[in-house]
C-alpha cells in the first residue's frame, strides 16, 4: 500500500522554526514532483510549496516566500519543508502530495497521492 508519512508538526510560538519531513512508503517518488499543502481550521486546502522531481525547481505560495523553504533529498527519498520565521496564520494541517509528473503544479488535482497530514499551531 502506497502511502505519504509525514512528521515533524507541533505547537511553537511565533517566530519559531519547524521542519516537515515526509517520505513515502510502498514505493519512490523519487521521479516524482512534490509538495506541500496547508489546510487551516474552516478553510479549503491550499498549496504552499512544490518541488520538481530533481529539485531545480521551485514554487512557492506568496505568503511563505522567503519564510519556507521546499528541498529534497532524493538519495532518502524524503521531501522536507523548513518554515522559519513562523506566524499564527500559518497554523493548519500540512499535507505532503505526490504528483504523478516531475514537473511542479500548483493545484490539488494535480496530486495522486497524499499524506494524512501533521498539525503546526503557531501562537502568539
Known amino acids: 500500500q502506497v502511502q505519504l508519512v509525514e512528521s515533524g508538526g507541533g505547537l511553537v510560538q511565533a517566530g519559531d522554526s519547524l521542519r516537515l519531513s515526509c517520505a513515502p512508503t510502498?514505493?519512490?517518488?523519487?521521479?516524482?514532483?512534490m509538495a506541500w499543502f496547508r489546510q487551516a481550521p474552516g478553510q479549503e486546502r491550499a498549496f504552499i510549496a512544490t518541488?520538481?522531481?530533481?529539485?531545480?525547481?521551485?514554487y512557492y505560495l506568496d505568503s511563505v516566500k522567503g519564510r519556507f523553504t521546499i528541498s529534497r533529498d532524493n538519495a532518502k527519498d524524503t521531501v522536507y519543508l523548513q518554515m522559519n520565521s513562523l506566524k499564527p496564520e500559518d497554523t493548519g494541517i500540512y499535507y505532503c502530495?505526490?504528483?504523478?509528473?516531475?514537473?511542479?503544479?500548483?493545484?490539488?488535482?494535480?496530486?495522486?497521492?497524499w499524506g494524512q497530514g501533521t498539525q503546526v499551531t503557531v501562537s502568539s
Open positions: 510502498g514505493t519512490t517518488f523519487r521521479n516524482n514532483a
Open positions: 502530495a505526490a504528483s504523478d509528473d516531475r514537473y511542479i503544479t500548483t493545484g490539488v488535482s494535480g496530486y495522486v497521492y
Open positions: 518541488i520538481s522531481s530533481t529539485g531545480d525547481r521551485t
